[in-house]
């Protein structure tokens, strides 16, 4: 028997525990059973990945050499702490809540192996040109509504025994609110330096500190609200756009976060690349695409202010950053970063709080 995408798709969706990686010709048999490593060769290329716990990203060609078909998949592997699976695996493991997606595609799971030190996640590979963010919004909305409706249900179904195992993967949990992601605070000392040398930046790191009560009023808010999967990392190269849709992939952000929080990251991936103009049009067709698309059971106004909140966290996170700063610095558009910060300024004020 050859192997043919159909073979991949039938024969796989395998999940597994074992003690040692083993070989790749072990891998690959354990998700293509009619694989046999005399039967077939294998071209393996690398791919650029910049994830902390990523160890490497690789895409196999396995060609069947009696017939010539070729399979291509993606393989992912990521690093253990303390043996705790990355939220990668841990999502890859219900991905059925999925199933059914019809406006964003996703690549097949053919299985995932989880070993003491890393989980190896193997992939179908798709092909397709990285989207310009700014230019889908109207695509985006649908896609992370499907996302949050799907996923919302998936838990609200899911049997009680599976409550702790939900409760880790909580984006509200200390573990992972530590990250300077999520406290700007840490990054202003790098805004009180660029304040020493240009005026106009003087006030800023003091109104921007006045920002977290605000920001944590929020975050109690958002705690409360309804319960969703969400991706969170809504950078160009996670998409493809391909003849079958706009693929999604990279789920290394994954949380089990609230409605509105993919929208939050997809406004502030437009807010970090885009001039003041272009942005403010894009979250406006972006708002009202989701708000005709988000499922009636969701409370509308609080999807909207989880948005701003994790907006505005991602947005300060990043415009913070000293290679953020030090880039506006040397492309000389510092009046553009002082735009940015006045806009997060003022975000509270305009969402009516
Ligand atoms: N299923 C896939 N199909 C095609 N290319 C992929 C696939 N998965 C990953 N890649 C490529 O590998 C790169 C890194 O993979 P990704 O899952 O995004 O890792 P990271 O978490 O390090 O960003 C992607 O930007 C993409 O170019
Ligand atoms: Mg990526």
Known sequence: MGID????????????FWLSRSTLEKRLSFFLPAYRADGFSIVTTGLASNASFVNYVRHHRITDLRTGATVDVIEKSIRKILFIPSLESRFYRERNVLWGSVHFKHPICLGVIETPWESLIFTSYVQGRP??????????????????????RYLGFSAWWQAPKFWTMDFFRPWYLVRPRFNFERYLHSLVKLARDDNRFADLPRRLLALRP???????????????????????????????????IDWSEFKIGRVGF?????????FRRSDMERFISVRAEFLATYVEVLDPRFDQQQALRNLDYLFLQNSLWYFLRPTTIADYKRRGKLDLLLEKYEYLLALPLISGR
């Open 131 to 152: 989207p310009r963010l700014a230019s889908i919004a109207k695509i985006m909305a649908p896609g992370i509504a499907e996302i949050e409706n799907l996923s919302s």
């Open 214 to 248: 605000i920001v944590r009023r929020e975050a109690n808010r958002a705690k409360n609200s309804q319960r969703c999967f969400c991706h969170m990392d809504y950078l160009r190269k996670n998409f493809f756009q391909s003849p079958q849709g706009l693929q999604m």
């Open 262 to 270: 993919d929208g939050g990251s997809y406004v502030s991936a437009v």
């Open 5 to 16: 995408s159909n073979t991949t798709i039938f024969a796989s969706n395998r999940n597994a």
